[in-house]
């Protein structure tokens, strides 16, 4: 690449590429399609896996072009539609079947003057009782929630008066009580950063009038969190490569947690495959589907794997969405989905 004239057109190819891509993701072209790309497999481990996806379960990917997406939400008004972030744009994009992608909210994580770190954005998202979108915000490093009426509310900022690291992923409990994960991903210099005030990544619990409660700090990079059907156990992913595990915490009368357990273990699996344990949601039966090195893991609540879908890509998170039987799958640059036989918790 020392030659000018090879560099020149390097840089121009680059140039067109972008050019390309940028339709994909800021604008929503007409997608009257259902012959989507595919890509991976499905890893079968337990014959109990079929009864979850068809023997025909393909990974159909509907949208791309994103530096790395995260936190779907299914949005059930209007014909329904998926948001989800891309951290490192600022940005939540909304996909709709037979339209496409479109540019939502930007900024959506760090409302700041200049640049951020190169995870700035929004990360996990979800949707509160009244429809209400809560957003985990890296940048500002806070829980927000957009109201109906405009404009948006800080619902927790810090923690005994020292600013959260960044939020990354939360659920809510149908008490309406919120409870969220603040590793270091979003801060520019992660665990170094000299803005950092809280000296552990926390799992917190947020009540409807604003008290944070600590939960526990035990996990290094506490990550995706989902209750079971019957909120009796909280799942916490660590994203830790040396600890790569899913913890199970009994949720006690008071919303707090008790000793936890390990679900399962995928350390054994870091390196080999692209990804960490991240973003999870769980089934109408319990069954856990929660990303990780390689794929999206399904486990039983007994922790027992009973199949993987293998994306081939660092996959991040997944929601339920449609009639609440097709999983999302945020993976990287793409946006995947899969038709199983099961519904989401809730659903």
């Not at 500002?140 to 959260?164: F, H, P, V």
């Not at 990354?168 to 950063?193: A, Q």
């Not at 879908?309 to 945020?330: H, P």
């Amino acid at each position: 690449m020392d030659h000018p004239h090879a560099a020149f057109r390097f840089f121009r190819v680059v140039a067109i590429l972008g050019l390309l891509m940028l339709p994909l993701v800021h604008t929503a072209p007409s997608q009257n399609t259902r012959n989507f790309p595919v890509l991976g497999k499905i890893i079968r481990n337990a014959a109990e896996l079929d009864a979850l996806l068809p023997a025909d379960a393909r990974i159909e990917v509907v949208a791309s072009g994103f530096e790395w997406s995260e936190g779907p939400v299914w949005v059930k008004e209007d014909g329904g539609y998926l948001l989800f972030s891309d951290i490192p744009r600022n940005s939540i994009y909304r996909w709709r079947e037979g339209e496409g992608i479109s540019l939502w909210m930007k900024p959506s994580g760090y409302t700041g003057v200049g640049e951020y770190g190169d995870e700035p954005g929004s990360n996990g998202l979800t949707l509160d009782k009244q429809g209400r979108l809560t957003l985990c915000e890296h940048g500002d490093r806070r829980i927000a929630r957009l109201e109906k009426d405009g404009g948006k509310r800080t619902l927790a900022d810090n923690y005994q008066g020292k600013r959260l690291n960044s939020p990354n992923d939360l659920v809510y409990k149908s008490d309406g009580v919120l409870y969220f994960t603040d590793p270091i991903y979003g801060l520019p210099r992660k665990e170094n950063d000299p803005g950092r005030e809280l000296d552990f990544c926390g799992v917190y619990r947020l009540t409807p009038d604003g008290a944070v409660t600590l939960l526990t700090k035990e996990l290094t990079r506490p990550n995706g969190i989902a209750f079971s059907p019957d909120e009796k156990t909280l799942y916490v992913a660590n994203s830790d490569p040396k600890r790569a595990i899913w913890m199970k915490y009994p949720v006690q009368a008071d919303g707090t947690i008790g000793g936890g357990s390990i679900l399962y273990d995928a350390t054994a699996q870091v390196g080999k495959s692209p990804g960490l344990p991240d973003g999870l949601k769980v089934d109408r039966e319990g069954n856990i589907w929660a990303t990780g090195p390689g794929g999206v893991y399904i486990i039983s609540p007994s922790g027992k794997l009973l199949g993987r879908i293998d994306t081939g890509e660092a996959t991040s998170n997944v929601a339920w969405g449609g009639d609440g039987s097709v999983l999302y799958i945020t993976a990287d640059m793409y946006i995947c989905r899969v038709q199983t036989r099961t519904k989401g918790a809730g659903w």
